[in-house]
């Protein structure tokens, strides 16, 4: 694992952890898809982007999802090259689905855990529920 991985990394969490949530801008899919974006230069949550402003928009648009968040994780990823793995052998860098008191959540591995991004910081988890190399 490269050190330029790893200083990326840390800089798209500090970003996160910094930056106010906004449903559609700054929350745990776009933190993701930007992530994501910046590894390889292509847009996993392009379908999505500007389609919800609210929490309640964002569950519509699950709600329409063949899978729900699982689903739509899976079929946007795989557009962008990643391929699923145990979450149990992910690695920092790589993405995930995690479970939170508001349902699943998409998040990032981080060198201690998972990453989501929800309220004004980042949460940590220490398991996920399904994981995407990109």
Same mark, same amino acid.
Request: proline share 0%; glycine share 10%; charged share 15%.
């Given at each position: 694992m #490269? *050190?330029? %991985? %790893?200083?990326?990394?840390? /800089?798209?969490? /500090?970003? #996160?952890?910094? *930056?106010?949530?906004?449903?559609?801008?700054? $929350?745990? *899919?776009?933190?993701?898809? $930007?992530?994501?974006?910046? /590894? *390889? #230069?292509c847009d996993a949550m392009a379908a999505w982007r500007g389609r919800y402003r609210t929490r309640l928009g964002y569950r519509r648009l699950l709600r329409r999802e063949p899978g729900g968040l699982r689903g739509a994780a899976a /079929?946007? %990823?795989?557009?962008? #090259?990643?391929s699923a793995i145990d979450p149990a052998l992910a690695e920092p860098g790589d993405v995930g689905i995690v479970l939170t008191g508001d349902g699943p959540a998409m998040a990032i591995r981080g060198q201690l855990g998972w990453l989501a991004k929800t309220g004004d910081g980042l949460w940590r988890c220490p398991a996920a529920v399904a994981a995407w190399r990109i």
């Open positions: #490269g *050190t330029s %991985l %790893l200083a990326d990394l840390a /800089r798209h969490c /500090r970003a #996160g952890a910094s *930056t106010a949530f906004a449903c559609g801008a700054m $929350d745990c *899919t776009s933190w993701v898809a $930007d992530w994501v974006l910046a /590894r *390889t #230069g /079929r946007s %990823l795989a557009t962008v #090259g990643a």
